[in-house]
């Protein structure tokens, strides 16, 4: 953080004047922050969880769109190989206490706007979405961008995009969001191929 002319450091360390809640001890959590009322009651080590002082957050997008116009051809065997890393990712960010949010282009059954953000609170939740998944996208890349700028407040988020394929206009958008101070990694096949 800046003051004036002068750089201070802050930590992420958690503050315990916001309590977040109960969940099973982990190795490696302080003993300081184990509940020993609720380890009574459950019958397991539980420890309290705070929120940390600085929120760290992250927004997965997966954009199944591979051509121009966006719902004139699909690529399943890339969605399929997208969905994998997204999981694992998913599971990477939760361990590290990333809050992490998913959106995605492609048509998901029994949800009414896929495109719209979802805040994934368990690390099952990424599963039962993208079991859910189909190749087939609902809207472009620059229109799921424009919802998520309205819905989400991105500018405090890292953005990993899954995507194979981009227009001249989204390379656009991207490049313009990314001079807006926004973090977005972009993870093509070839990345998903050779890690």
């Given at each position: 953080?800046?003051h004036g002319?002068?750089?201070?450091?802050?930590?992420?360390?958690?503050?315990?004047?916001?309590?977040?809640?109960?969940?099973?001890?982990?190795?490696g959590?302080?003993?300081?922050?184990?509940?020993?009322?609720?380890?009574?009651?459950?019958?397991?080590?539980?420890?309290?969880?705070?929120?940390?002082t600085?929120?760290?957050?992250?927004?997965?997008?997966?954009?199944?769109?591979?051509?121009?116009?966006?719902?004139?051809?699909?690529?399943?065997?890339?969605?399929?190989?997208?969905?994998?890393?997204?999981?694992?990712?998913?599971?990477?960010?939760?361990?590290?206490?990333?809050?992490v949010w998913?959106?995605?282009?492609?048509?998901?059954?029994?949800?009414?706007?896929?495109?719209?953000?979802v805040?994934?609170?368990?690390?099952?939740?990424?599963?039962?979405?993208?079991?859910?998944?189909?190749?087939?996208?609902?809207?472009?890349?620059?229109?799921?961008?424009?919802?998520?700028?309205?819905?989400?407040?991105?500018?405090t988020?890292?953005?990993f995009?899954?995507?194979?394929?981009?227009?001249?206009?989204?390379?656009?958008?991207?490049?313009?969001?990314?001079?807006?101070?926004?973090?977005?990694?972009?993870?093509?096949?070839?990345?998903?191929?050779?890690?």
């Amino acid at each position: 953080m800046l003051h004036g002319d002068y750089r201070s450091n802050r930590l992420l360390v958690p503050d315990e004047t916001w309590f977040r809640g109960i969940r099973p001890y982990a190795y490696g959590d302080p003993v300081k922050y184990i509940d020993w009322r609720a380890t009574a009651h459950l019958g397991h080590l539980a420890v309290r969880e705070f929120f940390s002082t600085i929120e760290r957050q992250a927004l997965i997008i997966l954009n199944a769109q591979v051509c121009e116009p966006y719902w004139l051809r699909t690529d399943k065997r890339s969605f399929e190989s997208f969905v994998k890393e997204i999981v694992a990712l998913t599971n990477f960010l939760q361990s590290l206490r990333f809050d992490v949010w998913f959106s995605t282009n492609s048509a998901v059954l029994g949800r009414k706007h896929p495109h719209y953000p979802v805040k994934l609170r368990q690390t099952g939740d990424i599963r039962s979405i993208l079991a859910h998944a189909q190749p087939f996208v609902t809207c472009s890349l620059e229109a799921l961008f424009e919802t998520l700028l309205r819905l989400v407040d991105v500018q405090t988020k890292h953005i990993f995009l899954f995507s194979e394929w981009e227009s001249d206009k989204q390379k656009s958008l991207i490049e313009q969001l990314t001079r807006k101070g926004l973090r977005i990694e972009i993870i093509d096949q070839k990345e998903v191929q050779n890690p």
